[in-house]
């Protein structure tokens, strides 16, 4: 028992020990990324567009780990997991009359999170020492989490109550919450730091609601750090 033991030690160390002179050979750095997103969906319909849908663009932030493999001098790929938390309020006309005479008045606040699961291949070009410039694409695959759309009422300026619909993602649903979507950037990098810019376009159709097409395409500006 104790030399069974001892051999399943020895192959699980040399397997360790394999992975990591591969990881090596193949110069796998890891870096964490952040930066600024804006998602902007798409519908198409021959239908009254349900409210729940929501058409409008949506900005915020997201935020990840992320992973390079380094195939040749200027060819690699990268891919990483991102973290999505958008939002947006929408306001009519009226109701901006009455908020700017009165201070009372009604909005709908939107929030959506998702995960993103980029595969770049990336080619980069030196222009001086330490200091590169690339351009990357591949596919991007996306899931929702969550998104609701909240309607809130204020008095005197301040909140007074909140009702918040149900996530349009939450099953039985109308609507998909995988995305496969298509990207492509540029950007630069000196030292270890980069920012570059991309920009994605949804392919799938995120509803089932008959005679409509739902599509999502992301801008993203994106700081990183790979060590």
């Not at 200091?131 to 005197?156: H, R």
């Not at 950007?187 to 999502?216: H, P």
Request: aromatic share 14%; net charge positive.
């Amino acid at each position: 028992m104790k030399t069974t033991k001892r051999n399943i030690f020895l192959v699980l160390f040399a397997v360790l020990a394999l992975s990591v002179m591969q990881a090596q050979d193949k110069k796998v750095e890891f870096g964490f990324s952040a930066g600024y997103g804006y998602t902007m969906p798409r519908v198409k319909t021959e239908n009254n567009i349900n409210s729940d849908i929501n058409t409008d663009n949506l900005s915020g932030f997201h935020v990840g780990p992320h992973l390079k493999l380094n195939v040749e001098e200027q060819f690699s790929f990268q891919t990483g997991l991102l973290f999505n938390y958008f939002s947006t309020v929408t306001i009519d006309r009226y109701q901006q009359y009455l908020k700017k005479a009165e201070g009372t008045w009604k909005q709908n606040r939107t929030k959506l999170m998702a995960f993103d699961l980029p595969f770049r291949a990336t080619y980069s070009a030196a222009l001086a020492e330490d200091f590169y410039f690339f351009v990357f694409a591949g596919p991007n695959l996306n899931y929702s989490v969550n998104k609701v759309v909240t309607l809130e009422n204020y008095s005197n300026r301040k909140l007074l109550s909140s009702t918040s619909s149900e996530n349009i993602y939450q099953k039985p649903s109308n609507y998909n919450a995988f995305d496969l979507q298509l990207g492509a950037g540029l950007g630069v990098q000196w030292m270890g730091v980069s920012i570059r810019g991309s920009y994605d376009w949804g392919v799938l159709n995120r509803t089932i609601i008959e005679k409509t097409a739902l599509r999502s395409n992301d801008l993203k500006v994106t700081l990183g750090y790979t060590f």
